[in-house]
């Protein structure tokens, strides 16, 4: 008998151990008032996020300054007229490189046409603006993340869509065309998998008023440092995928041709955005599981942390010195993702977490 308590014993210190360990693995740096959507940091060291439309944020694109959010590009801009250009309307996906701040407008808010805007912080002026016109961008279409490739000036952006019409967007910066490609392809169309966090099924209320559970296509999307790979993959999926940029970014090949380029890469959890170091491992969020995930160069997945303050981990981005960012948004608790009943309160947390090498800021 005492040979058994003694074996519980142990079992549950090395559990407590466990959990300490992953749990100092992330340090909470902010605690927000309203629900971020993603974040970029410069390679100057300022942090710029976008403000989740779930939440219906004032400001859809703010800085982290002096522990405050201020409007970003600045306040006037931002209270713009709904007409000006750079008027922006709901913007998640973000990303900065070469004192760009690029970001990704799905304009789904009031219904405008989505685009693409990059922002000069050097010359503090507009950089460019793409719009996104229903050829490249459907009716359904959530543009949501993205990827920026300055060895080919080319943007790489995920659209999941309706689900079976899931797709990549290719941008190319120099021409400002932008083309869909991999459209309703394996490695962009979600699996039948319901995302249950804490016993609670993530849900959504049609227009009928029917409770359905969401299967959500591609979402997550980075390239390597060496500006080869392009990894991407459904969120609600148990893959994840990679193609060549050099492929995703050939205007020549066929949609044929195209999709045979394609390979699976490794396992993944049910998650939102990924990061990648210069050791290739890639960094995401389990969000089932409140947790943060890794997966190695061997292509081997594992827990780096786990916690209930890491609930709904998403938008992983390294800054300077190694510094690896992110941000708990809750989003399973809001409204459109509960079923039509906001159960999320403040604070929302912008994180930094200990990763396993250094990355390149922005990305």
Request: charged share 20%; proline share 5%.
């Amino acid at each position: 008998m005492n040979t058994l308590v003694k074996f519980i014993g142990v079992l549950i210190l090395f559990a407590f151990e466990v959990s300490a360990d992953t749990a100092a693995n992330f340090d909470i740096i902010a605690n927000l008032d309203s629900g971020p959507g993603n974040v970029t940091v410069m390679d100057n060291g300022r942090i710029i996020m976008s403000m989740h439309q779930f939440y219906q944020p004032k400001y859809t694109v703010v800085e982290y300054k002096d522990e405050m959010l201020v409007p970003f590009p600045n306040k006037e801009l931002a209270d713009a007229d709904s007409k000006s250009e750079l008027k922006l309307d709901s913007v998640l996906g973000i990303r900065s490189a070469n004192g760009i701040v690029w970001m990704l407008d799905n304009g789904m808010r009031s219904g405008v046409t989505p685009k693409l805007v990059g922002w000069d912080t050097k010359a503090d002026k507009l950089h460019q603006v793409i719009l996104l016109p229903p050829s490249v961008a459907p009716k359904d279409a959530f543009v949501n993340d993205l990827a920026v490739d300055n060895r080919r000036n080319h943007i790489f952006i995920s659209d999941p869509a309706g689900g079976t019409n899931a797709a990549l967007i290719v941008v190319n910066l120099a021409t400002g065309n932008a083309r869909r490609v991999l459209e309703g392809h394996v490695s962009v169309i979600p699996e039948l998998l319901d995302l249950v966090i804490d016993t609670v099924p993530v849900q959504v209320k049609d227009k009928s008023g029917k409770l359905l559970r969401p299967h959500i296509g591609v979402n997550p999307i980075t390239e390597d440092l060496n500006n080869e790979w392009v990894y991407s993959g459904p969120m609600h999926g148990h893959s994840l995928y990679r193609i060549k940029a050099d492929d995703l970014a050939d205007e020549k090949l066929d949609a044929k041709a195209l999709a045979s380029r394609v390979e699976r890469y490794s396992d993944k959890s049910i998650s939102d955005g990924i990061t990648i170091d210069k050791d290739n491992n890639i960094y995401l969020g389990e969000l089932a599981e409140n947790a943060i995930g890794v997966i190695s160069a061997d292509r081997k997945y594992r827990q780096l942390a786990q916690s209930p303050d890491l609930s709904w981990v998403d938008s992983f981005c390294f800054g300077t010195a190694g510094q690896l960012y992110a941000v708990v948004n809750r989003l399973h608790q809001s409204a459109t993702l509960n079923g039509g009943v906001l159960k999320a309160k403040p604070p929302f947390y912008l994180i930094r977490v200990k990763a396993l090498a250094a990355g390149l800021a922005g990305r």
